[in-house]
């Protein structure tokens, strides 16, 4: 089983929906992120949370929020999904120790 | 703030070739430097790092130098495979900046056969 796993794998929604993508880990790591990756603009920080009672805004956070349930769980919701936030969105988890992040396999969004 | 720059691709080698991606840094500390991997249709994956000046990282034939002096970090492979054909990340990670990863925009490898 994968270290880090995401659910959906894929989804596609309409705007104004509701959505969350789930995110779950059995690495025993207490900081865990959210990353938006976009064609050509690599990955950018959308949440951070460093333990469970630590939630951080990243570069993009504007239109989505978290919800650090546990240690191994870390949500991410888009309140009212728009176009614009189609995107290849992952989950990943670091020991704080090395910088060494390690990523899920990814949820493919499409808000049509 | 820090930032990485890398080679803009796509890039499109034959099966042997010899394969460069540069990758310049800017950073207020001194961060650890990564390659990061990212096969079609999955999530990145570590290729290889290097904690501090000079230091080589190397896996599956892939190289890097940390070069403090030119603030660069270039992947290298002397012969490059139809399966190393994914998109490769450049990244960094400062305890200056709590420990949170910078990464480049990506570099998109096919191998041809």
């Known amino acids: 089983d994968a270290d880090v796993t995401q659910t959906p794998r894929n989804r596609i929604t309409k705007t104004g929906k509701r959505i969350m993508l789930e995110c779950s880990q059995t690495?025993?790591?207490?900081?865990m992120y959210w990353y938006r990756q976009d064609p050509g603009l690599g990955l950018r920080l959308i949440y951070y949370?460093?333990?469970?009672?630590?939630?951080n805004k990243g570069e993009i956070s504007d239109g989505y929020s978290v919800s650090r349930q546990a240690q191994a769980k870390f949500s991410l919701s888009l309140e009212s999904a728009i176009p614009n936030q189609t995107a290849l969105y992952f989950c990943?988890?670091?020991?704080?120790?090395?910088?060494?992040?390690?990523f899920g396999e990814g949820s493919r969004l499409t808000v049509l | 703030g820090n930032s990485v720059t890398q080679m803009e691709g796509p890039v499109t080698l034959s099966e042997e070739a010899f394969l460069t991606i540069n990758c310049t840094y800017t950073?207020?500390?001194?961060?650890?430097l990564f390659w990061y991997v990212q096969y079609p249709g999955e999530g990145l994956q570590l290729l290889l790092k290097?904690?501090?000046?000079?230091d080589k990282g190397s896996n599956k034939g892939f190289e890097a130098t940390y070069r403090k002096e030119t603030t660069s970090f270039h992947l290298e492979k002397g012969s490059v495979q139809v399966s190393d054909s994914a998109v490769y990340f450049c990244a960094l990670s400062d305890l200056t900046n709590a420990g949170k990863s910078t990464f480049g925009d990506g570099t998109t490898l096919t191998v041809k056969p």
């Open positions: 690495k025993g790591h207490d900081r």
């Open positions: 950073a207020t500390g001194y961060p650890s």
């Open positions: 990943a988890t670091d020991s704080g120790d090395t910088g060494e992040l390690f």
């Open positions: 949370s460093f333990d469970v009672k630590d939630i």
């Open positions: 290097a904690t501090k000046a000079d």
